[in-house]
């Protein structure tokens, strides 16, 4: 059953008639957790809701309702407790792979789902691949199972996340390609990873501009690939993919890069006039490219 139809029903059966018109804004299930969208105009219904739906959804076990927006240093968001087991971790699946996840502690959405395969089948045999913002690992995970990859190198700077992400390569048997790394990806480019990769993703788009000259570091001198993550709020009229566009490419420019832009689309939407946009980028050669570029650490 779809989720509108399922909200739907479940409005119907535990509002009052007055409220039945009212939106309960969405859920979405990471392993047998729930996590709902509920309007504060609805707060007083918020359990009810969730009994509900962990009684049409008998594999979920735990409802929660996301309480803020992502934030802070490791992109966390709060969470409270509605209905079912009291916990905030969970296993969930994708294309195969499996992922212990806590969302009280690491970032992680299903939402990026197709993205995490897209860039998998982008991946030639043979490629370096340094993942900067890794989480506990879907990107480098599902690269290493679905591609012919050298190695992927998976960086994030969450302890937590970290510790789920060697976890979970483990589980997924991908040791002999994905090589966790705890600590803030530009440090580690700067020291250990200069110009070994034909491909680098950065997908926290808080730092999508600010981190751009390491990954440009990291590619190797006869450049390669970028894949790059951007917020983009758009004013109405205003197409947020050339806007994105135009941002990477002052960016690049003002690094001095020969480059091209071989694809941007929007990945989803994070809010009223804000969507997350990928931008596929080819670096045509970093040789002109100075680490003077390179903003301090």
Not at 87 to 109: H, M, N, P, Q
Not at 121 to 141: D, H, Q, T, W, Y
Not at 230 to 247: N, Q, T, W
């Amino acid at each position: 059953m779809r989720k509108n139809r399922l909200l739907r029903i479940i409005a119907q059966e535990v509002l009052p008639p007055d409220k039945r018109n009212l939106i309960i804004c969405g859920f979405d299930i990471i392993g047998d957790i729930a996590i709902l969208k509920i309007p504060s105009c609805l707060k007083t219904y918020e359990h009810d809701i969730a009994h509900a739906l962990l009684r049409k959804l008998p594999y979920v076990k735990v409802v929660l309702k996301q309480a803020s927006a992502v934030r802070g240093r490791y992109r966390l968001r709060a969470f409270e407790w509605l209905a079912g087991e009291r916990r905030t971790w969970t296993v969930c699946k994708e294309y195969g792979c499996i992922f212990k996840v806590d969302l009280s502690k690491v970032f992680y959405t299903p939402r990026l789902s197709h993205e995490h395969m897209r860039i998998a089948k982008l991946v030639r045999r043979g490629e370096v691949v340094i993942n900067m913002f890794a989480g506990i690992g879907p990107f480098s995970i599902i690269i290493a199972k679905y591609s012919k990859a050298k190695k992927v190198y998976s960086i994030d700077i969450n302890p937590h996340a970290y510790k789920l992400m060697v976890e979970n390569v483990e589980i997924n048997k991908v040791k002999d390609v994905v090589v966790p790394m705890f600590g803030d990806a530009a440090r580690i480019i700067i020291t250990k990873l200069r110009h070994v990769a034909d491909r680098v993703l950065m997908p926290l788009p808080e730092l999508g501009l600010k981190y751009l000259p390491f990954a440009v570091i990291a590619l190797r001198k006869d450049g390669g690939w970028i894949h790059t993550y951007l917020h983009v709020f758009y004013e109405r009229g205003i197409d947020p993919l050339i806007k994105a566009m135009c941002s990477i490419a002052l960016a690049l420019e003002s690094l001095g890069l020969t480059y091209d832009i071989m694809g941007a689309r929007i990945v989803r939407d994070v809010g009223p006039r804000l969507v997350q946009v990928v931008l596929d980028i080819l670096i045509k050669h970093t040789t002109s490219f100075s680490p003077l570029h390179t903003p301090s650490l």
